[in-house]
């Protein structure tokens, strides 16, 4: 077995050196590619690397529903749930850490949650500009059970100075959603 690797890997020379690592910077150089590195962190369950793609508007956006939800229960624990800080640590806290810590235990106590994100298959099909930086992309969905039909969707994205950022989806629009139900009495 391992001389089929090591001949293999004489054969083709790319399996022999380690493949580079892009930069977030290459990664969402084209809207396209943006959605894809978006779309595949959504499957993969990977928060941060999904905070890393979106607009910094949209991780303000989520940054305030957490702390609107966390106010709302005086006992604190909606906060340590979702972000396992107290008042003053949750202040502390980067917009990508709030997103990434909140939608993280949200979705690890929601697994029918989880697997909606999970089981699918994307295909991003291009886009479409909307001035000079947003864009709309379209993509296609797949399920993964039985019966299930393609569905195509569209995301919406601009570009910042490193790069294009999805500025709103409908993952985004789910995780939304479901953040705005969570309170302490959900949690027990």
Same mark, same amino acid.
């Given at each position: ?15 022999? @050196?380690?493949?580079?690592? @892009? ?33 910094? @508007? ?97 995301? @919406? ?32």
């Amino acid at each position: 077995m391992l001389r089929c690797v090591i001949l293999l890997a004489a054969l083709v020379p790319s399996l022999a @050196q380690p493949a580079r690592a @892009q930069t977030l910077a290459e990664l969402t150089v084209t809207p396209e590619s943006t959605a894809d590195v978006f779309l595949r962190s959504i499957r993969a369950i990977r928060w941060s690397t999904t905070a890393q793609v979106l607009h910094p @508007q949209t991780l303000d956006r989520f940054r305030t529903l957490v702390r609107m939800v966390a106010e709302a229960d005086t006992s604190g624990t909606v906060r340590r749930f979702l972000t396992d800080t107290d008042v003053s640590g949750f202040a502390s806290l980067d917009d990508a850490d709030v997103f990434g810590r909140a939608i993280g235990a949200m979705i690890d106590d929601m697994p029918g949650l989880m697997h909606a994100f999970y089981d699918h298959d994307d295909d991003v099909l291009g886009h479409v500009m909307e001035g000079a930086d947003t864009a709309h992309v379209v993509y296609r969905t797949l399920a993964r059970i039985g019966g299930a039909v393609p569905e195509v969707k569209v995301m @919406q994205l601009a570009r910042i100075a490193d790069g294009w950022r999805v500025l709103w989806s409908d993952e985004l629009e789910v995780l939304d959603v479901a953040l705005r139900g969570v309170t302490a009495a959900s949690l027990h």
